[in-house]
């Protein structure tokens, strides 16, 4: 991955410095390359009307970026869970949830190292692609036909720091996505929509649950409970599950979305102790009218694996991540599903970084806290489908989507 350009404004000076990683694969086999890149610079920071290696359209970029790219956990982590019991006082199966963590813990390096931690950043590398599925009665008579488009690669940038301070940025062919936390608001910028703000409190990114953050993975399973023992990827498990409360779901909702339900779960290793899968789905409905409303239910699982001990801490080094989006409409007619991947890698981790304040994780001035949706983009006006019904649902606003993210 490149982390430096040349300076063309003064042929000898010193290279710049790239604010997030680009991948060799991003650019196009040209002699001319870097006259390329000096326009994509020069121009809006957020989207480049340059073209890169790009096999998918803007309407398709825009739908990987706007699931995958920044989405959140369900609900706020607290930095330092306090413990008024025992592992043996809890119900059965919050006992085990508990000493399967504290197993995870050691495993991850132990309480003393991850204690240690103060701050990170990572650098790593994606590849989206996205699948599109038939809709209608096609879809009912299980006669499921999907497309599988070309990926797109990009690279990302993620720094956080304690208590709930995170930012990210992450570029994807011709577009950038900033997204962050001050301890007190989550927002999200991207090309298509200003700055906006998540409903209710600030929640941790979930890039930092996949194998990343282990101490933000701890705090996050601390109360959850053991529901078994899978076996996922060949690899025997202990299945942990946590669900949203109520009250953070009411937080999130609005006038017109209902999140109905949030659920996450995390396998972890018998043989290791790490976390190898990691799945969140949600449930909400939409109200298009008075009588009128559409479910969408939204399914991530990520594999993660690679994980290589970096000063004493295992830090998972590559994954991949699937997205499932169902819609149901009232008819069958109204039915769709698509599916978006993600193979990630990490290629740079640090801990501890000096000089990393406060005003690296201030959200962006035209920020709007008083959105009525959380994260609230269009789902690209237009993706290609092989039906006229498929065409007419890719139109649809899924403040759903967003509203999780």
């Not at 939204?298 to 998972?316: K, W």
């Not at 978006?340 to 740079?348: A, Y």
């Not at 690209?380 to 092989?386: D, F, G, V």
């Amino acid at each position: 991955m490149r982390t430096l350009c040349p300076n063309f404004d003064r042929e000898y000076g010193l290279d710049t410095v790239l604010e997030v990683p680009i991948p060799e694969e991003m650019f196009p086999p040209t002699n001319n390359k870097w006259t390329h890149f000096k326009s994509w610079l020069k121009l809006n920071p957020l989207r480049s009307p340059i073209t890169f290696s790009s096999s998918l359209g803007n309407s398709q970029i825009q739908l990987l970026l706007g699931v995958i790219a920044a989405p959140l956990i369900p609900l706020p982590i607290p930095s330092d869970p306090k413990h008024s019991k025992s592992v043996v006082e809890h119900p059965i199966d919050s006992s085990m949830a508990k000493y399967i963590i504290h197993q995870y813990i050691a495993a991850a390096g132990g309480d003393h190292a991850l204690n240690s931690i103060d701050s990170m950043y990572a650098i790593g590398k994606v590849k989206m692609v996205a699948s599109e599925f038939t809709v209608g009665m096609e879809f009912s008579g299980n006669k499921q036909k999907g497309k599988k488009h070309g990926g797109e690669v990009g690279g990302f940038v993620l720094w956080s720091k304690k208590p709930d301070l995170w930012c990210l940025e992450l570029v994807v062919s011709c577009f950038k996505i900033n997204a962050g936390s001050d301890g007190k608001v989550a927002w999200r910028q991207t090309p298509w929509h200003s700055s906006h703000a998540s409903r209710g409190p600030p929640r941790p990114l979930r890039r930092s649950l996949q194998g990343l953050d282990p101490r933000l993975i701890a705090n996050l399973f601390t109360n959850s409970i053991f529901i078994g023992e899978r076996t996922v990827n060949g690899e025997d498990c202990f299945a942990l599950n946590l669900q949203a409360d109520p009250t953070t779901l009411e937080a999130r909702s609005s006038s017109n979305i209902e999140i109905i339900q949030h659920t996450v779960e995390g396998y972890f290793s018998q043989r290791s102790g790490l976390l190898v899968h990691l799945i969140d789905s949600y449930l909400l409905k939409i109200k298009h009218s008075k009588n009128d409303s559409i479910v969408w239910e939204t399914t991530m699982e990520s594999t993660i694996q690679d994980y290589r001990p970096i000063d004493g801490i295992n830090i998972a080094h590559s994954g991949k991540t699937s997205v499932s989006l169902f819609r149901f409409g009232e008819t069958t007619d109204k039915h769709s599903r698509t599916r978006l991947e993600e193979v990630w890698s990490i290629e740079e981790v640090d801990f501890n970084i000096k000089g990393l304040t406060m005003d690296c994780f201030l959200p962006p001035s035209d920020i709007n806290k008083e959105d009525d949706s959380s994260f609230p983009a269009t789902v690209p006006k237009r993706i290609k489908s092989a039906t006229k019904a498929r065409n007419k649902l890719s139109k649809t606003k899924v403040v759903a989507v967003d509203d999780y993210l």
